[in-house]
Every structure is written in C-alpha cells, then in structure tokens.
C-alpha cells in the first residue's frame, strides 16, 4: 500500500517561514507529478503548487514569488517552502501525487495533511 506522510507543519508568526516536506511509501513503480492543495476552515481544498517529474511547476497567484515546491525523485519525497507567511496562508496542508502501482494501475494519493497556523 503507498502512503503520502507529511511533515513540517506549525505555528508560525506572520512574515515567517516553514518548510513542509512529503514522502512517500510503499511499492510502487514511479510518482508523476506531485503537489500541494490546502484547505482553510469552511473553505474548498485548493491547488496551492504542483511539480512534474522532470521540474516543472506551477503555482497559486496567492503564493507566486512566496512559496517554492521541489521534489527529489531519489527519495519520493515533494517540498514545499513557505516564505513571508501571512494569516491568509492559515490552513490544512496536503500531499498529492500520480502514483503507478506494483498492480500497473495510475492512482491518486493524499496525505493526511499538516496544520499550518500562521498567527501573531
């Protein structure tokens, strides 16, 4: 069974930074993209950045210039580095990736997210 487990997830005063790393586990043959969506309270789930296998990314307006993913194909493992947090960035963070399983079958992992609270 693949698992996506995250970490780096806390409370951080506006203006700070984290760092929220994602790996994953399990048997499987390749990971296609990955990405990080959040969910705010009584908000939808919303794509927050994404990164191909071989680099490519894209990024929310609400984060460009402040957020940076990167991945690390050797260790299946997807980051994302959050720079001059503001309270708006408060939210359930999680991990997604394309996975091909040991059963040749594509499917969609989550993780089960992180908190990130960013509050005076």
């Known amino acids: 069974q693949v698992q996506l487990v995250e970490s780096g997830g806390g409370l951080v005063q506006p203006g700070g930074s984290l760092k929220l790393s994602c790996a994953a586990s399990?048997?499987?043959?390749?990971?296609?993209?990955m990405g990080w969506y959040r969910q705010a309270p009584g908000k939808e789930r919303e794509l927050v950045a994404s990164?191909?296998?071989?680099?490519?990314?894209n990024y929310a307006d609400s984060v460009k210039g402040r957020f940076t993913i990167s991945r690390d194909n050797a260790k299946n493992t997807v980051y994302l580095q959050m720079n001059s947090l503001k309270p708006e960035d408060t939210a359930v963070y999680y991990c997604?990736?394309?996975?091909?399983?040991?059963?040749?079958?594509?499917?969609?992992?989550w993780g089960q997210g992180t908190l990130v609270t960013v509050s005076s």
């Open positions: 997604n990736a394309g996975i091909f399983g040991h059963d040749f079958q594509w499917r969609e992992v």
């Open positions: 399990g048997n499987f043959f390749s990971i296609n993209t």
């Open positions: 990164i191909a296998r071989g680099g490519n990314s």
